[in-house]
């Protein structure tokens, strides 16, 4: 029920604002949907060249599920062309197990590379890093630290529809128990914007 609700307000979510995406990754083990909710086109926002994004993801991992929702300011960098710099933060909670729960609000940075058009009319690519940390003081209950990297690389082979691949690292840290090992492994997925 809870999956079903999640993937239908990220649906529809998406359409709400302009430049905004969702998408769906998958590996062996694994379903991720995300959704990425942009300012670019509300007037009401744009009083700067920042722009401001909200992101959404569920994550299906081996029965353990993750939920995340954040937020964060995205600019270009002053004077290398094609690169997008974001920060914010996002809330995490996870279900790890069938007993134990994990809350955190990891600080987030992300940097986007989109390659220059080339020769021949290849469509757009682009690469992608982002880290999230948490430590102790940002994480709930018998949470103790939250960190994750992701780094993915996406085609634009039709108009708003794009192809990505990418690999994620997770972690979650319960006090008392060493850090473990949340989610790791490659994914590849398709991405609509609107």
């Known amino acids: 029920m809870l999956k ?11 359409i709400l604002f302009a430049e905004s995406g969702v998408g769906l990754n998958i590996n062996e083990n694994d379903l991720e949907v995300e959704a990425i909710l942009d300012s670019r086109n509300l007037e009401a926002l744009q009083t700067s060249s920042t722009i401001y994004q ?4 569920y994550l299906n991992a081996d029965n353990d599920k ?8 995205t600019n270009k960098l002053q004077g290398v062309e094609g690169v997008e710099l974001t920060f914010g933060a996002k809330f995490i ?3 790890v197990g069938r007993d134990d729960d994990f809350t955190s609000l990891p600080l987030m940075a992300q940097i986007r ?15 992608e890093a982002r880290g999230l940390y948490a430590p102790s003081s940002l994480s709930f ?17 039709i108009d708003n529809v794009k192809v990505y691949a990418g690999y994620r690292n997770i972690h979650t840290s319960y006090k008392g128990i060493p850090g473990s090992l949340f989610d790791t492994g490659f994914y590849a997925g398709l991405k609509v914007t609107y």
Not at 141 to 157: A, C, L, N, T
Request: zero cysteines.
């Open 4 to 14: 079903n609700i999640v993937i239908s307000t990220l649906v529809t979510s998406a």
């Open 54 to 57: 909200a992101d959404f993801n």
């Open 66 to 73: 993750l939920l995340g929702a954040g937020i964060g300011a």
């Open 93 to 95: 909670w996870a279900e």
């Open 113 to 127: 590379y989109t390659f220059p058009p080339l020769m021949f009319n290849v469509p757009p690519v682009s690469v």
């Open 141 to 157: 209950g018998d949470s103790e630290e939250y960190s994750e990297f992701r780094i993915s690389g996406d085609i634009e082979m």
